[in-house]
């Protein structure tokens, strides 16, 4: 099973700042990663696909790169409504998993 | 427009089953697999398994082999999983999800409370 770490678990940041959050691998993945962004009693959505493709419809403030076991996202010019969890996913190999989640608190 | 629309919340006593329906809308049923995924309250998210409509094959996470079932109805457009011997740790919400590799459609999310 390939295990995901993402770090930081949690950040405070205050609006417009930028943030990163990388998600390592435990062995290589190519690109198969996606993040996702979860707020409080909503489902997943979509943010970046294949490690840096942007999702229909997603802020151009968030991207995301990298390829092999390290891979980063990146939000650029923080708002309010970017408060949630962020989570990592690989689909290089069943069974599918998840990085632990990374909680992003705006100040 | 995708949609995907999950079976109201349940409760359920330890040892018992649930069953979680997911209908889905806005595109060919049998052209995207579906996965399940389930997140404990103030946990993360678990995958459970995955199956493709278009055959109804099956795979499952080693974790829930032997107590998980998915299984589809094309003629409703509809995938279930079903949970057996529930455990109190069993307490989620239980989301299913477009797959294709990328999760790019999710669920409302079904609540199952395990409780005595």
């Known amino acids: 099973e390939i295990v995901l770490t993402q770090s930081p678990d949690f950040q405070s940041v205050t609006p417009k700042e930028k943030i990163t959050i990388t998600c390592r691998a435990s062995?290589?993945?190519?690109?198969?990663l996606h993040w996702y962004q979860q707020k409080p009693d909503q489902s997943p959505k979509l943010l970046i696909k294949?490690?840096?493709q942007s999702f229909s419809g997603v802020p151009s403030r968030f991207s995301g790169s990298g390829s092999g076991t390290n891979f980063t996202l990146t939000i650029n010019g923080l708002e309010a409504e970017d408060a949630a969890a962020y989570y990592c996913?690989?689909?290089?190999?069943?069974?599918?998993?998840f990085g632990q989640g990374t909680n992003l608190e705006i100040k | 427009q995708v949609q995907l629309v999950q079976s109201g919340a349940e409760v359920k006593k330890p040892g018992a089953s649930v069953k979680v329906s997911c209908k889905a809308s806005?595109?060919?049923?049998?052209?995207?697999?579906m996965h399940w995924v389930r997140q404990a309250p103030g946990q993360g998210l678990e995958w459970m398994g995955i199956?493709?409509?278009?055959?109804?094959?099956?795979s499952y996470a080693q974790k829930f082999q032997g107590r998980v079932t998915m299984t589809r109805d094309t003629s409703t457009s509809t995938v279930y999983m079903e949970l057996s011997s529930l455990r109190s740790e069993d307490t989620a919400v239980y989301y299913c999800?477009?797959?294709?590799?990328?999760?790019?459609?999710w669920g409302q999310g079904t609540l199952v409370t395990v409780s005595s």
């Open positions: 996913h690989q689909s290089s190999g069943l069974p599918y998993t």
């Open positions: 199956i493709d409509p278009s055959g109804g094959s099956t």
């Open positions: 294949y490690a840096s």
């Open positions: 062995q290589s993945i190519g690109n198969s």
């Open positions: 999800s477009r797959g294709g590799p990328d999760f790019d459609y």
């Open positions: 806005g595109y060919t049923f049998t052209r995207s697999y």
